[in-house]
């Protein structure tokens, strides 16, 4: 075991300490189940269940924690009330009217279903950040081609795909600077930021092929692709306790399933 794991099995955030894919494995029969839902109480119960297990066995930052207790729930209160308005009238019932607008009106059952949908794509979104908070995209990578059997190749061509991005923000940001520092800016108003962002362009792709030309060098350097398989310098282990993680989050969402449809 490596210094990393042994660090992260000794951490109280214990979602830390798991596989990635074990993170993967125990909610995707629950969001499964949510796509095909329609009622309020099971994807709520699905992201209180994904909030507790977030908030206390991931490692949140402030802007984690401002994602988590303020972003998503007032992103699911604006997609809630934008699919309370985009709900066809014909299909609801006209009982109990919340408000009337000259000819329009909005019924209480189009705000459930409203409601209904935006819990469901939170508690989807909520569910897949037990993996997005509490592992690293080379530790996914490296998962996936030990347990998966992922080919290498495809597995570590995506990751350095992936990392282009920052590396594309960090040269997005010198060339700003460099525009500002020569006083090219162009003045204000949309035509100019037009005019600035198409003059980004040429730098930025220039600069993107270097980035490309290093990381293939690199990679020629390391005989990638030369043979079947790998080493690797860091291990990222399937234990018991993955296991247990993927039975339990099973076995807790075929309780909550079944208890909502009972009652």
Do not use: C, Q
Not at 3 to 11: E, G, K, L, V
Not at 218 to 240: I, K, L, Q
Request: hydrophobic residues 55%.
């Amino acid at each position: 075991m490596t210094a990393t794991a042994d660090a992260s099995a000794a951490s109280p955030h214990f979602l830390h300490a798991l596989n990635p894919l074990a993170t993967i494995a125990g909610p995707i029969p629950a969001i499964l189940v949510l796509v095909f839902t329609r009622d309020i109480a099971t994807p709520a119960a699905f992201i209180a269940l994904a909030y507790l297990l977030l908030l206390t066995g991931a490692r949140l930052t402030a802007r984690r924690l401002i994602l988590l207790l303020l972003a998503l729930p007032l992103a699911a209160v604006v997609l809630g009330l934008g699919f309370s308005l985009w709900t066809d009238a014909s299909a609801l019932d006209h009982s109990s009217v919340l408000l009337t607008i000259g000819d329009y009106s909005l019924y209480l059952s189009a705000v459930e279903v409203g409601a209904a949908t935006a819990l469901r794509l939170m508690s989807i979104v909520a569910l897949a950040l037990l993996t997005g908070l509490a592992s690293t995209g080379p530790d996914m990578v490296r998962s996936a081609v030990a347990h998966l059997r992922v080919p290498y190749r495809v597995g570590y061509a995506a990751l350095a795909s992936y990392r282009f991005v920052p590396r594309f923000r960090y040269e997005l940001d010198v060339i700003r600077k460099a525009h500002r520092v020569r006083g090219t800016r162009g003045g204000r108003g949309p035509i100019a930021a037009v005019r600035r962002t198409v003059g980004y362009i040429v730098p930025l792709l220039a600069s993107a092929i270097r980035h490309a030309e290093r990381v293939s060098l690199s990679m020629d350097a390391r005989a990638f692709g030369a043979h079947p398989s790998r080493t690797e310098r860091h291990d990222v282990p399937f234990r018991a306790r993955d296991t247990v993680f993927i039975i339990a989050f099973w076995l807790l969402s075929a309780i909550i399933i079944v208890s909502i449809r009972i009652f």
